[in-house]
């Protein structure tokens, strides 16, 4: 009788050792579907922005520089002296970071990141209807040291419509958006894709702007390898530059090298002697109204 039970209390433990050995197997299995269930809701987050992100109404910054340039910037300057600006003086090592199109949550942050990791400031033209859409970003532009400036509000490419109105409207409309989350009312207008002609900067004016373009280009909207935007930027660096980049992007577009870039260009600048500044430092005038 007690070797029956023994037999019997044995076979119990056996079984009772495989069942446990079981729900720890599952309880092992289920911890990687959680993380790959977590892997998805992340990407599918990061996805989320651009379907929310109001696009480029006058079209990407590739399709719209291969338009023919109305009036060359540099004729303006020379027109417009007092208010139309390419550069900085050129007796000091001194440049501008200058960053269109934002504020993009798919980059703009990562934009942030870099210059704060540097302790570079830098000057950000943003479009209304995505400062609207994102005003988070744009008040982290702000109280981290950036000066922000007016981009338009849904990025039209102004000689195409050829309208006084549509140009006040679209530069009003962001102005009264930036001012509900910077509290002020920015002097600083850069027109899309540098197009522009006589009767705007001359309505520019009126409407109490300063028209910055840039005397660098980096070409980052034609999404080369980091190394090639830093070159374009590198190689024709000078005192008193404003470069142009972007923080922005179309839907589909991408700013990564653009922010892999600038790990290149800023200590390389830095190493040079350069002080980066704001525009308004830079060409000594005031940035609200």
Known sequence: MKDLLFKW????????SFHITDLLTVHANEEPLINVSR????????EDPEEDLPDLDGGSENSGRERQQPVDLRILQQRYPDIFFLQGPTDEKRVALTFDDGPDPRFSNDVLDVLKQYNVPATFFVLGSRAVANPEIVKRMQNEGHVIGNHTYAHPNLVEESDLDTLEQEVTK?????????????????????????ELVEK???????????????????????EVIASNVLDIIHPGAIILMHDGAESGGDRTNTIKSLQQIIPALQEQGYEFVTVPELLNIPLKK
Do not use: C, H
């Not at 892997?39 to 990061?46: D, E, G, M, P, T």
């Not at 600083?188 to 002609?197: C, D, E, H, I, K």
């Not at 520019?204 to 390898?225: A, H, T």
């Open 9 to 16: 209390l044995l076979v119990t433990g056996v079984l009772f």
């Open 39 to 46: 892997q998805l809701s992340k990407a599918v987050i990061q």
């Open 174 to 198: 962001t102005e009264d958006a930036l001012n509900e989350i910077i509290g002020y009312r920015t002097k600083l207008f850069r027109p899309p894709y540098g197009f522009l002609y006589n």
């Open 204 to 226: 520019l004016r009126d409407m109490n702007y300063f028209v910055i373009g840039w005397s660098v280009d980096s070409l980052d909207w034609q999404e080369d390898p980091p």
